[in-house]
């Protein structure tokens, strides 16, 4: 039983017992606690939200890195192709060159012949 107390009385006028203080102090306490309790829940929630958020964001980062790693692989093959048909496009020119180098091995040539005959 919690006796009603004036707070507007001066400090001096107030009956107070012990009975009194504890049950105050208890309601105080369990007024806390409730309070404590329910920012805990909600802290609990927030953290729990978060987790999946950051679930998210490691599956996402998970799927990103394997496609970093496929475009990172196709593109060494690239390269790879890529200095390959270089080789043999250097090859194919130089054989194109040592082709037309003895083409022109069988051609005659005539000196002090003028090119056109005038009628």
């Known amino acids: 039983m919690v006796a009603e107390l004036d707070l507007n009385q001066e400090p001096q006028e107030l009956p107070v017992t012990r009975s009194m203080l504890k049950t105050l102090l208890g309601e105080i306490v369990e007024k806390i606690t409730e309070a404590g309790q329910k920012q805990m829940d909600a802290l609990r929630e927030d953290l729990a939200e978060i987790k999946r958020d950051v679930n998210i964001i490691v599956e996402r980062v998970d799927t990103n890195e394997r496609a970093i790693q496929e475009m ?44 056109a005959v005038h009628d």
């Open 72 to 115: 990172t692989d196709d593109a060494r093959k690239v390269d790879v192709l890529l200095e390959t048909l270089a080789t043999a496009t250097h090859n194919l020119e130089l054989r194109a060159e040592d082709l037309e180098n003895r083409s022109r091995r069988s051609n005659v040539r005539v000196k002090s012949l003028p090119e």
